[in-house]
């Protein structure tokens, strides 16, 4: 999704910044959780493996209408 999304914003940027991929990531990150990820807040922070854990396993594929 982020790549569809934002892909050609992030090859610009890294254009821009001459190839520095960390100085694309300090341009655009923000401190804090997403509010949907705050009632994990607790487990996120003592186990941030959690995170590749739980992506690995979700779906984004349409559900099936039939």
Excluded: W
Aim: proline share 8%.
């Amino acid at each position: 999704m982020l790549k569809l999304q934002y892909g050609k914003l992030i090859y610009f940027m890294v254009e821009v910044y001459g190839g520095d991929l960390g100085a694309v990531v300090a341009a655009v990150k923000r401190e804090g959780l997403p509010a949907r990820l705050e009632p994990y807040a607790y487990q996120l922070r003592n186990d941030p493996g959690l995170m590749e854990a739980l992506a690995m396993t979700a779906s984004h594929e349409p559900a099936d209408p039939s």
